[in-house]
């Protein structure tokens, strides 16, 4: 019978918790692989700008002269493919979600470290490098 | 795997006899499908019967006027008018036709230019 | 004869999520003329192609519908794969399908709760929404995304899952089944909901295969097009009858819409159960270079990727035909002659996603 079936899912409803989160005060539900938003350890980007070439939505910037890596976050849609591409492990994914903006064009700009002259880690980033050049 | 795909070639004058024929084999309208190679449009027509897709494709240039099957094919309105809007094709004698209305675009037949990948140059300058 | 008027129904309309428009022309009541309009929110999505590399193009194709988007990533990484001739792993074609038939049934939740919304079913709104919530966990814990998961790649997944977590999944599964069983028989035995939807907007069996009608929509006519019988995917190694039913009225599209989630947990559990162990990609080295139509069974229907690469790393064409663009002309047959009062049920038993129509 269905009014009995309803009568069972008004009951459960009456005695359980909301099942829903106060979000911003409570913080949302995530888990180890959750893709929040990229952050960058400038100590370790060599500006080989494989990310740069590899991002859909070109959200990512980088300055070889200059040395910069830039994001602009209201073009980053959390894919990770630049995650998967950086040769030194330098981006991470993390869990969180970034903060919410209210101005287009919210770029983030770091200062970064550049290719590292006589260690052989340089080595295959400047391989990566060429194509960019042609 | 799936299996692999034939499109036939025919002309732009078989096109709704093909149609009235797949209409006759108890085929259904799966899409057209305009792709711009060059300076020609292929136009790809794909009926499919239990799961076996037929395509007829034919080769226009963009001045072209090509006939539509919307009297064989009710549906086939909202592709003919597509084609028309995306490509700057054509086509004649549409049931419904929307006359350029279809999508609203700020440039015009935005699909019949050809965009050549720049070098990854930053979205900011 | 009574003296026509026209009305215009959308784009901003409270039955409608995405904007569709509709000039309806109407004779007293009756709806006797019906004409759509899209192109509100058309983007280009297929014309990016040209700029991106097809291995990232993946993200892209993902993103052309937010609901069922693991489909359309699916759909493009198959006829990839097909065109070069990769023969991708066994355990990733599971997963895929696994993932698949998990959007499948949050895209069905989603649309239960908003139809009932729609005619002010709110506490099955409610209900819906809490269930899809769980669907919505266990895909963020498995791929890292809620509703676009970013899984798919050009010969294989990015993420596999471990076999306990594989048996949490069932498990929490036929957890749920209870509930929605509890939830459907509601919507669908309730007295009001039958007298508002049985016997309205009957689509002929004839008109809706002639008309190109897919998915459910087909489907609720007696028309059995299910693209999942073809085969891609694991689907070939998994016992399912797609669901049929035979009144062609709006009740029959909800009941079908209904009866498909169970059939999603039944295919999950088969999954389950049969994943071989090995690896979850493979490495591909070159790129596309020939033409083909990909097929795959979305929540609305059939979508066909249409692909053409010349052999460089920007593909040449990336045609996308989804489930509700095809769907537009039986929902103008399925308008003709119905009440006024009724469209906003109708408009929504086809299930319409804007979004996937426009690219």
Known sequence: MTFFQMTKTVLKSLFTRPATLMYPAKPANITPITRGHVSINPEGCITCRSCQRKCPTQAICVEVKEKTWEIDNMRCVVCSVCVDVCPTKCLTMETQYRKVLTARGAKDKFPVAGPKKRDPVAAPAADAAKPAKE | MMEPQTILPIGVGDVVPKAEQAKRDGKRLVQIGCTKIGDDFEIIYVYDKDYQLTSYRITVKQADEIPSISSVYFGAFVYENEIHDLYGIHVTGINIDFKGTFYKTTIKHPFSVTIVKEDDSCQNK | ?359
């Not at chain 3, 792993?89 to 998990?102: D, F, G, K, N, V």
């Open chain 3, 1 to 359: 004869m009574s003296k026509q008027i026209t009305i215009p129904f959308g784009p901003q309309h409270p039955v409608l999520p995405e904007p569709l428009h509709l000039d309806l022309v109407l004779e007293d009541e009756k709806v006797v003329d019906v004409i759509p309009t899209i192109g509100y929110v058309h983007r280009g999505l297929e014309k990016l192609v040209e700029k991106r590399e097809y291995t990232e193009y993946v993200f892209i194709a993902e993103r052309i519908c937010g609901i069922c988007s693991f489909i359309h990533s699916q759909a493009y990484v198959q006829g990839i794969e097909q065109i070069m001739g990769l023969e991708i792993p066994e355990r990733a074609q599971y997963l895929r399908t696994i993932w698949s038939e998990y959007s499948r049934l949050h895209s069905h939740l989603l649309w239960l709760g908003c139809f009932a919304d729609s005619m002010g079913f709110e506490s099955v709104f409610m209900n819906s929404w809490r269930l899809r919530e769980h669907i919505l966990n266990d895909l963020e814990a498995t791929t890292g995304g809620r509703v676009i998961q970013g899984v798919c790649k050009v010969a294989g997944v990015r993420r596999d899952i471990t076999p306990e977590k594989l048996d949490e999944m069932v498990k929490g599964l036929r957890g749920i089944e209870h509930e929605l069983q509890d939830l459907t028989n509601v919507f669908l035995h309730d007295s009001s909901i039958q007298h508002r939807l049985k016997g309205i907007g009957v689509l002929k069996k004839e008109d809706a295969y002639q008309l190109g009608a897919v998915g459910p929509t087909a489907r609720g006519s007696g028309v059995a097009i299910d693209i999942r019988e073809t085969g891609y995917a694991a689907f070939g190694k998994i016992n399912f009858r797609p669901v049929v039913e035979h009144d062609g009225d709006c009740y029959a599209r909800c009941a079908i819409r209904a009866k498909e989630m169970f059939t999603s947990i039944d295919i999950i559990e088969q999954c389950a159960k049969k994943i071989p162990d090995g690896p979850v990609d493979m490495k591909v080295t070159g790129a596309p270079d020939g033409e083909y139509f990909s097929r795959a069974e979305q929540p609305r229907g059939e979508v066909i990727h249409y692909i053409k690469g010349n052999g460089k790393k920007n593909l040449l064409r990336h045609r996308v035909r989804t489930p509700t663009f095809t769907n537009i002309p039986p929902l103008i047959t399925l308008l003709k002659g119905c009440d006024l009062a009724d469209v906003p049920v109708i408009v929504l038993t086809i299930d319409p996603c804007i979004g996937c129509a426009e690219r």
